[in-house]
T-cell receptor
Framework: DTEVTQTPKHLVMGMTNKKSLKCEQH?????MYWYKQKAKKPPELMFV???????INESVPSRFSPECPNSSLLNLHLHALQPEDSALYLC????????????FGPGTRLTVT | AQSVTQLDSHVSVSEGTPVLLRCNYS??????LFWYVQHPNKGLQLLLK??????LVKGINGFEAEFKKSETSFHLTKPSAHMSDAAEYFC????????????????FGTGTQLKVEL
């Protein structure tokens, strides 16, 4: 099974709201990723977790706060977002070591009003 | 440093005709190369991967790609296009270096939009 699941599929939030995106995989992968994708553009890496520790933060604003409660789960907490943060947020996972391919979830379409 | 260039932002073919999506890469190390497909409002699906084994790589849905080191290319082909192939295609490179703490970083091309006409 090469499935990564993400919830919710769609999210509309105001600039003062707090919400969370959730990602789950059961492939035994030890690296998990958050990407942001704007329309007609490739995904941009935001965060990398490896063995449940934050490995990379690509200078993402603090209004995005990642969390990895265990090896199967990855959350992205959102607070005080701006309209320009509206995008498709993709989660991915890969085996922890080596140049392995990443498996992507279907994404959460976020709209900030 | 690594980079990927997808030579065509849009490709249009007729159903039943061959597909060619072009990709050139640059990498300081022996790269791993991937092609992903993204249908509208969907996530990315792995089509195929090259990781230093056979240079001709077969993927899902009849796609294949050939790794040519001398030309630094990894073009994606399919003998006969189907309407369901219409989507965005990304060529992706990983330099194989493990990130500090684990995981690996992918570099994406800008994408090629494939249109399939009747």
């Amino acid at each position: 099974d090469t499935e990564v699941t993400q919830t919710p599929k769609h999210l509309v939030m105001g600039m003062t709201n707090k919400k969370s995106l959730k990602c789950e995989q059961h492939m035994g992968h030890r690296a998990m990723y958050w990407y942001k994708q704007k329309a007609k553009k490739p995904p941009e890496l935001m965060f990398v977790y490896s063995y449940e520790k934050l490995s990379i933060n690509e200078s993402v604003p603090s209004r995005f706060s990642p969390e990895c409660p265990n090896s199967s789960l990855l959350n992205l907490h959102l607070h005080a977002l701006q309209p320009e943060d509206s995008a498709l947020y993709l989660c991915a996972s890969s085996q922890g070591r080596g140049p392995y391919e990443q498996y992507f979830g279907p994404g959460t379409r976020l709209t900030v009003t | 440093a690594q980079s990927v260039t997808q030579l065509d932002s849009h490709v249009s073919v007729s159903e039943g005709t061959p597909v060619l999506l072009r990709c050139n890469y640059s990498s300081s190390y022996s790269p791993s190369l991937f092609w992903y497909v993204q249908h509208p409002n969907k996530g990315l699906q792995l089509l195929l991967k090259y990781t230093s084994a056979a240079t001709l790589v077969k993927g899902i849905n009849g796609f294949e790609a050939e790794f040519k080191k001398s030309e630094t290319s990894f073009h994606l082909t399919k003998p006969s296009a189907h309407m369901s192939d219409a989507a965005e295609y990304f060529c992706v490179v990983s330099d194989g270096k493990e990130l500090t703490g684990g995981g690996n970083k992918l570099t994406f091309g800008t994408g090629t939009q494939l249109k399939v006409e009747l």
